[in-house]
């Protein structure tokens, strides 16, 4: 049976030529392979997004020869990816009879001392542009270029114009241990899991010794945490870390005050009110209920104004100014848009409101800055110790003997309000949003309010902003999970005021996106996961195999039509766990929590006996291969309910009998946690990310003992073993 496409008749037209000219999905298959072809409108309205009027025919046949033209303008793309280690062609528009030079100027300012050849090109027609035929030929970039970022000067006659030049490894190679092996580690709620230092939420002190604990107690290699991109300033705090202000950024309010090294020479005084402070928030790390974000950074946040208002040493100052120095303008966006907020209320996203009034040029924000200068610095200063002690966190992971350390979780997109976006508007789509076409889950679509990146701005830019927050990223962390992988491939673009079922898949440049991922990873040392949970186009898990990055493999997913394929059969290049966040914990999932939670928020779309009776057969069918492949014993399967921990016991060691290169370990599950953390698909109907680690009865567990847990040293022998 032949694979449905677009008639001859459809490809044809201007719009759809248009479209797919800049890389806008014109038709796509869903999850059940079942065909969709984009209506004009939202056609035209993404396309709006991009900034391309395609409002007429005629617009859109004048798009297209301007888009042309500009095209073959220019000598060369504004951005070139080049493979070290691969001799790679790069396309240079030219005179029928011009023939380009080419230079290279190398990441650290000097000029590349190698000969850089000039050969033919595509053999593509020549272009008519304004009655001056353009043809191409090709620089040929030598394999011995030194990975980075550089920049290529090609000159024809008289023009001359520069590209940035990615150089980047063809792939993120394996830790030492995972290429004959595997390593594990866990998976945590930072905020969720609280010592008797603790403000009520977790920080990063608590991920210090987490890290440490976690190395000494269990043999762990690394630990996977929630998101700790920016978020705001001011109560109150959105509990999502899926939704930041900012990806460049890190979030100051899991700051320990106390391991600020300036609260060792505070005066006394000082020194006894951020006590006093502490001391309000000490009933929050008791309450195994809810957390209570809110209560903790209103006390914290006076605690760190003490501490900063009581100065650094001229040593230590120097070590902030150069923290502001290397971090540039991104730091300041984010300081200044935290001082408005912080003295105009949040952004609201209505007209008069000063995140939609004013831009960063604004002399309004020139006068807000020179107003309050201290309370700027103090949000710079909040960035930079946020800064030094998550480092500090991983430095104690490595010393402590951890392969990994810390593995950072990479947010999809971030707040349309945030302070990315205010400040830097141009690198976002205007007027659409990214989500997810509709499927068999989510029958109407998703939408997840974030505006995507522009392709556009990104070629333009060399990729600058996507550097930077990988970049970012790696330099706190062994490792980066990526959130929504198949959003560096495309991303579904909802226009503004359409539903979710109303988009179209816009592309991106993967070559490019991953050969900086591969860069950073490569740098550091580093491991990269990408989360490509659901359906994942076939070129999309070639790609991601062939550059070194990682899937994930969740235990409760590795099905088809009912049936659960046997660990031995799983990829090898995948994290693999049993569940996800968006899961109850093992405990919770066997005794249908999942069930209960939608049924109680009238959730579910048919009856809830039906969803009950699949639920069962589901966990049927999981037992059953647990047992068939002898990580259960029958009994146990067949008297679940007296054997809970056992069965969890099982899934774990499955997860052990799979290839995978990376294995990850739930803390909810090793405490017997039930709760989910989140449940998507509600807002405030559900404590969504406010769970705080409690065990199966209901009592917070301390990170001062969580892996001296019966569950967590069981975990830690099956693991091991």
């Known amino acids: 049976m032949s694979e449905i496409t677009e008639s001859e008749e459809r490809l044809a037209r201007p719009l759809i030529r248009l479209a797919k000219l800049v890389g806008v999905g014109t038709s796509y298959l869903g999850m059940s392979h079942d065909y969709h072809e984009i209506d004009d409108d939202v056609l035209i309205e993404v396309l709006a997004a991009l900034g391309?009027?395609?409002?007429?025919?005629?617009?859109?046949?004048?798009?297209?020869?301007?888009?042309?033209?500009?095209?073959?303008?220019?000598?060369?793309?504004?951005?070139?990816?080049?493979?070290?280690?691969s001799e790679d062609r790069v396309l240079v528009n030219t005179g029928i009879l011009d023939v380009p030079s080419a230079s290279i100027t190398l990441e650290n300012g000097e000029p590349y001392q190698g000969t850089i050849e000039v050969g033919p090109g595509d053999g593509s027609q020549a272009y008519d542009l304004d009655g001056t035929f353009i043809s191409n030929a090709a620089v040929v970039i030598p394999a011995d270029l030194p990975i980075g970022y550089h920049t290529l000067h090609v000159k024809v006659a008289d023009r001359v114009q520069d590209a940035t030049l990615i150089s980047a490894p063809d792939r993120v190679d394996l830790l030492d241990p995972m290429k004959g092996g595997s390593l594990w580690g866990w998976m945590a709620q930072l905020y969720s899991i609280r010592s008797s230092n603790s403000w009520g939420v977790g920080d990063y002190e608590d991920l210090k010794t987490m890290l440490v604990d976690a190395k000494q107690k269990t043999g762990a290699d690394f630990v996977l945490i929630n998101p700790v991109h920016a978020a705001e300033p001011v109560s109150p705090l959105t509990p999502s870390p899926y939704l930041p202000v900012s990806r460049r950024l890190i979030n100051f309010t899991y700051i320990r005050p106390e391991a600020i090294a300036e609260y060792a020479t505070l005066s006394e005084g000082d020194k006894n009110a951020v006590d006093g402070l502490h001391a309000d928030t000490e009933p929050l790390n008791g309450d195994s209920q809810l957390i209570d974000r809110d209560a903790m950074w209103r006390s914290k946040m006076h605690a760190l104004w003490i501490i900063f208002k009581a100065g650094r040493t001229a040593e230590r100052q120097s070590v902030f100014d150069q923290f502001k120095a290397d971090c540039g303008s991104d730091l300041e966006a984010y300081a200044t848009w935290c001082l408005c907020y912080d003295k105009w209320g949040?952004?609201?996203?209505?007209?008069?409101?000063?995140?939609?009034?004013?831009?960063?040029?604004?002399?309004?924000?020139?006068?807000?800055?020179?107003?309050?200068?201290?309370?700027?610095?103090?949000?710079?200063w909040l960035e930079w110790i946020a800064a030094e002690q998550l480092s500090s966190a991983q430095q104690a992971a490595k010393d402590a003997g951890m392969h990994i350390g810390i593995m950072s979780d990479m947010a999809v997109g971030v707040h349309p309000s945030g302070a990315d976006v205010w400040w830097n508007p141009e690198r976002f789509a205007k007027g659409a949003t990214v989500g997810a076409p509709p499927d068999m889950f989510n029958q109407q679509g998703q939408n997840w309010s974030q505006p995507p990146l522009s392709p556009i701005n990104l070629e333009t830019t060399g990729y600058e902003a996507y550097r930077n927050m990988v970049h970012g990223m790696f330099a706190r962390a062994g490792a980066v999970r990526i959130d929504h992988i198949l959003g560096l491939f495309r991303l579904w673009w909802i226009p503004e005021n359409r539903s979710a079922m109303d988009g179209a898949y816009v592309y991106y440049d993967s070559d490019i996106m991953l050969g900086v991922l591969a860069i950073e990873a490569s740098r550091a040392g580093g491991v990269v996961v990408g989360e490509d949970l659901g359906v994942v186009p076939d070129h999309v898990a070639d790609s991601l195999s062939s550059h070194g990055i990682l899937g994930c493999a969740v235990e409760w997913f590795e099905q088809c039509d009912g049936v659960f394929r046997a660990p031995s059969q799983w990829r090898p290049y995948a994290l693999a766990s049993v569940n996800t966040h968006d899961l109850p914990p093992a405990a919770g999932y066997l005794e249908y929590e999942h069930v209960k939670i939608r049924e109680r928020l009238g959730l579910l779309t048919g009856p809830a006996e039906e969803f009950e009776a699949s639920a069962k057969a589901e966990q049927d069918a999981m037992l059953a291969m647990l047992v068939e492949q002898g990580y259960l014993d029958a009994d146990f399967a067949e008297h679940r309910e007296d054997h809970e921990a056992d069965i969890v016991d099982a899934l774990y060691r499955a997860l052990k009998g799979s290839p995978c290169k990376l294995l990850a370990a739930s803390i909810t599950d090793a405490v017997g946690e039930k709760r989910a953390q989140n449940q998507p698909g509600t807002n405030n109907e559900y404590p969504n990310w406010r769970i705080p680690l409690a065990d199966a009865k209901g009592n917070v567990v301390p990170l001062e003992t969580l892996f001296d847990t019966p569950g967590a040293q069981r975990f830690a022998q099956i693991f091991n073993s």
């Open 346 to 380: 949040a952004p609201n996203g209505e007209e008069g409101n000063w995140e939609r009034k004013f831009n960063r040029n604004s002399p309004e924000i020139a006068n807000l800055r020179k107003q309050y200068p201290d309370t700027l610095d103090f949000y710079r």
């Open 52 to 85: 391309i009027d395609a409002s007429s025919e005629s617009a859109q046949l004048i798009a297209i020869r301007r888009i042309l033209n500009e095209r073959y303008a220019r000598l060369v793309a504004p951005t070139v990816l080049h493979i070290a280690g």
